[in-house]
T-cell receptor, first 109, second 113 residues
């Protein structure tokens, strides 16, 4: 099943913080976060794996609550470059990765 | 640049036609994934290949088929095209399976007239 992301959209001023949530009705093995700018390819942000392992390469943090089947992406001190649509993908292992519908983030000066 | 290449970048065709989209994964990646993204829609997983074999299947129509060749490049074949097939088609690759980071190609924008 497709994970549910919230909020659907958020507008920030530069320097403000934001949290994007992703929840699933299925037990999660992994959660993947991507950012996509309009007309471009999704870009990897972070993977969170069951058991606590995290893999990422940007200054973005995330949490993974296995019991609640939820993940949250934390964007602090947002920059203009953070604007885009954020997708979470759930699954992993032998299962396909299923992406949510996305959260559109707009950062204004 | 993710290292994943896709051709062509744009494709305009008519209903009922058949097209082939091509993807070359990053060097060393064994898995290739195909996704469809319609206007204002999320990424819909179509199919995954691992080292030449089909690994996972998503919401792929029977009119669509894919394969991965010995050199690991992949092709997505779309036939009997309908207006609703107009979308961005992304290919992604990863080292092994879907718990690995997936690197997306720039996409092929398909327009069916």
């Amino acid at each position: 099943q497709q994970p549910v992301q919230s909020p659907q959209a958020v507008i920030l001023r530069e320097g403000e913080d934001a949290v994007i949530n992703c929840s699933s009705s299925k037990a999660l093995y992994s959660v993947h976060w991507y950012r996509q700018k309009h007309g471009e390819a999704p870009v990897f942000l972070m993977i969170l794996l069951k058991g606590g392992e995290q893999k990422g390469h940007e200054k973005i943090s995330a949490s993974f609550n296995e019991k609640k089947q939820q993940s949250s992406l934390y964007l602090t001190a947002s920059q203009l470059s953070y604007s885009g649509t954020y997708f979470c993908g759930t699954g992993g292992g032998s299962e396909k990765l299923v992406f949510g519908k996305g959260t559109k983030l707009t950062v204004n000066p | 640049d993710s290292g994943v290449t896709q051709t062509p970048k744009h494709l305009i065709t008519a209903t009922g036609q058949r097209v082939t989209l091509r993807c070359s994964p990053r060097s060393g990646d064994l898995s290739v994934y195909w996704y469809q993204q319609s206007l204002d829609q999320g990424l819909q997983f179509l199919i995954q290949y691992y080292n030449g074999e089909e690994r996972a299947k998503g919401n792929i129509l029977e009119r669509f088929s894919a394969q991965q060749f010995p050199d690991l490049h992949s092709e997505l074949n779309l036939s009997s095209l309908e207006l609703g097939d107009s979308a961005l088609y992304f290919c992604a690759s990863s080292v092994y399976g879907s718990t690995d980071t997936q690197y997306f190609g720039p996409g092929t924008r398909l327009t069916v007239l």
